[in-house]
């Protein structure tokens, strides 16, 4: 999972994500749909980006994590200093801050990839002896993951970046696993699996590329904040052995972003809508920092 | 002579009682029929002709929760869907917040080839609220899936496929929707014809510039429009068969780059187009402005042709001609084509001076085996009109030396 080493090639700019040539005017990659701006503001660093991806099942909380993670750095957080490069990727952290603050929960993130939002930061501890990483985040659909996964080249871009990855954070629904559902069990192992035919070197090989596994809505079941590899072992079998087996760095995170929810419901809506009472963010640095550690 | 003015009288009574009994008839089917839509839909002009029912896979591509997971996704298919389309579906249909409208009535309409030579027609509209209750609507589409033969019999007209879903009923969203889907039954009319012309002279235009651009082979937005679906059905009833099958096309569903088409129709003005269109890849067409240079000349005869056969009420006749046209649609083939068909309608009111100006049709080379055809029919059309020219001369002639006998026997009986 290396990225390329941006230059400009005779004619055009080439793609960060997928290396296709595009017009240096292009606002986005013509063959993947990437945001060109990326390329721009790279040009300029003379470094090597590293992309972490954060990957999920649909619903499970990938925006709202981002979100937070990207205001923690941005705040600051655990000595981290985090500079933002370009408005753009103060977007995805803003819709989640403002729309909490109003008790709501962000808009679903659509399909089609040209609506996804990348935010591109320059992190280092702020001890200042560290040096700056360049990291580039992409907020996918849920929904064009898995069909990646199920159907792969259906959605290049998510193939491609995850082959572009450094890193990637997979985020799992705690909850529901919690609650007996196979479903994120199943989406996990479908992912390693994925990554694996992937990624894999050689037959037999395991993958050296960090995975933070992110137990979400931990605070549904807190007893996984304890003992989070427990808790894969017991209610996420089938991916726990599959990561066991087939990758050397993988490490287990609970994580919740919600303090406190309501349930509202009226005559007109006919189901109960979640009303996020206050933030109480708990264990959404943590991943990060272990894959920032093992780059 | 009594008894000639007393026929007479009596065949008067008889015509003036059949006239008022179609009157009568005429009232009676006006008051009966549904009131023709106006420009609401994409409704054809012409009255349908002979069906055919054509069985299509069919599938339902929306965000529901269900036992294998939640999320937009293909929820719900006919049996025999194919791989290839599955993933064309899943990659081009419109997902959250993805209709040009927030109206709760708000409708989309997409057209697009798998490549294994399969063409999807998607129907979009909302379908109450996102379940995961994050605002905004879901957004429901109904696919059919027709394989090469199936979209031949429409004429490879999507809006025409787009219309025989909407008469099944089948794209409004059911309240439980199963995983299994039966093959879905559309009626194929043949001979339809042209749809209703609204919007103001510069849509005409437009719509005229998008049919020259697509001929053309370029890629094409058409924004500042009164109605997207009727626009592009509009589009698409200029263009010949083997022009259709290369248009993939939207309406009224956003611009995304993944869904990779070369026509898209929106209503949105122009300024707001431009920005979600975004680069060159389009050539944007305002139907609320006059339009400049943009339409190539190249097809320039073909859709002169084209619309004065729909102004003047040949629609029918334009639909057979543009399903004829399947393989070859190159501008001077299409010309040829043009040029006999508009003397083949010609050559019935014909007179002797025009005769020998349509003859000229065929004289020149026929570019392909149908403007071969139809030099032949021109022929045979010419052929007929010189004999009733002649016969018609003929009888004047023979009048006129009737008329001459008839008045010199008349002076001489005088004289």
Redo the contacts between chains.
């Keep these: 999972m290396s990225t390329s080493i941006v230059n400009k090639t005779a004619g055009g700019v080439p793609c960060l994500i997928c290396d296709a040539v595009n017009s240096p005017k ?3 990659c ?1 063959e993947c ?1 990437a945001p060109m701006q990326f390329v721009h503001d790279l040009m300029a660093q003379e470094r090597e980006p590293r992309i972490v991806t954060v990957m999920g ?3 499970v909380g990938k925006t709202i994590y981002l979100g937070f993670l990207l205001d923690m750095l941005s705040q600051r957080a655990n000595d981290y200093e985090a500079v933002p490069k370009g408005a753009y990727s103060v977007d995805l952290q803003h819709t989640v801050i403002s729309h909490m603050a109003y008790r ?12 996804w939002r990348w935010s591109y930061y320059q992190v280092r501890r702020a001890e200042g002896t560290s040096p700056w990483v360049d990291l580039i985040m992409p907020d996918m ?3 064009a993951i ?2 990646e996964v199920a ?1 792969p080249s ?2 290049r871009i998510v193939r491609n970046l995850l082959q572009k990855s450094a890193g990637a954070l997979l985020l799992i629904d705690a909850a529901m696993a919690s609650n007996g559902s196979p ?1 994120p069990d199943f ?1 996990g192992l479908k992912m390693l699996s994925y990554l694996e035919s992937m990624l894999a070197p050689k037959r037999d090989a395991q993958i050296d590329t960090p995975v933070a596994v992110v137990l979400c809505k931990a605070d549904y079941c807190p007893e996984c904040f304890d003992q989070p590899r427990r808790f894969v072992e017991a209610n996420l079998n089938r991916m726990s052995n599959m990561a066991r087996s087939r990758f050397a760095r993988v490490e287990y995170f609970a994580s919740s972003v919600v303090g406190s929810l309501a349930y509202a419901t009226s005559e007109e ?6 009303i996020p009472l206050h933030v109480s963010l708990r264990g959404v640095l943590e991943p990060f920092e272990w894959v920032i550690s093992q780059l | 002579m009594g008894d000639l003015s007393a026929l007479t009288a009596a065949r008067q009574a008889l015509r003036d009682g059949l006239a008022k009994a179609e009157a009568a008839l005429e009232a009676a089917a006006a008051a009966t029929s549904p009131p023709r839509p106006a420009c609401s839909d994409a409704a054809p002009i012409d009255p349908p002709g002979p069906a055919t029912v054509v069985e299509v896979e069919q599938a339902v591509f929306t ?1 529901i929760r269900s ?7 293909i929820v719900a298919a006919s049996g025999g869907l194919p ?1 290839e389309a ?2 064309q579906i ?2 081009r249909c ?5 209709l040009c409208s927030s109206a709760a009535e708000a409708a989309g309409f997409m057209s697009f080839a798998a490549e294994t030579g399969v063409r999807c027609v998607a129907l979009s509209c909302f379908a ?9 609507e879901r957004v429901h589409t109904h696919v059919a899936i027709l394989t090469e033969e199936a979209f031949a019999l429409f004429g490879c007209h999507a809006a025409a496929v787009a219309e025989a879903i909407r008469r099944s009923g089948a794209e409004r969203p059911a309240a439980t929707t199963p995983e299994r889907l039966p093959r879905l039954k559309l009626i194929a009319t043949e001979g339809r014809g042209g749809h209703e012309s609204c919007g103001a002279a510069t849509e005409r235009e437009a719509i005229r510039a998008a049919a020259g651009l697509l001929l053309a082979g370029q890629a094409t937005a058409l924004c500042g429009i009164e109605n997207a679906a009727n626009a592009a059905a509009r589009v698409l009833d200029l263009l010949p068969a083997a022009a259709r099958l290369r248009v993939e096309l939207s309406c009224g569903v ?1 611009f ?4 990779r088409l070369n026509f898209v129709c929106v209503e949105q003005p122009r300024e707001e187009a431009a920005r979600t269109l ?2 060159p ?1 389009m050539t944007l067409l305002d139907g609320s402005r006059p339009q400049s240079s943009a339409e190539p000349a190249s097809h320039d005869e073909w859709l002169r042709f084209a619309e004065r056969s729909k102004r003047e009420g040949r629609q029918s006749a334009l639909e057979t001609l543009c399903r004829r046209i399947t393989e070859h649609d190159a501008a001077e083939v299409l010309s040829q084509i043009a040029a006999v068909s508009e003397a083949i309608h010609r050559a019935p009111t014909a007179d002797r001076a025009a005769l020998e100006e349509l003859a000229a049709a065929t004289r020149t080379a026929a570019r392909g085996a149908l403007a071969r055809e139809l030099q032949e029919s021109l022929r045979r059309a010419l052929a007929r009109r010189d004999g009733e020219l002649t016969r018609a001369e003929q009888a004047a002639l023979a009048a006129a030396a009737a008329d001459k006998a008839a008045n010199d026997s008349q002076s001489r009986a005088s004289a």
Excluded: C, I
Excluded at chain 1, 269 to 274: A, E, I, K, M, S
Excluded at chain 2, 94 to 98: D, E, M, R, T, V
Excluded at chain 2, 128 to 136: D, L, Q, S, V, Y
């Design positions: 292009a606002m986005a013509q749909t099942d649909s619903n709501m929960f962000p808009p679903k993130t659509p399909v089609e990839s040209n609506e659909a849920g929904e898995a069909a159907s259906t959605f479903q989406f809506d006919g189901f109960v809508r979640p | 965000s036992p294998m997971g939640s999320g937009y996704r791989s599955r993933r899943t990659l419109p997902s959250h917040g993805n109450g609220r996102e379940h995961t209750a994050r605002g905004g956003k995304a780059p993944q869904r975004g680069g890849a």
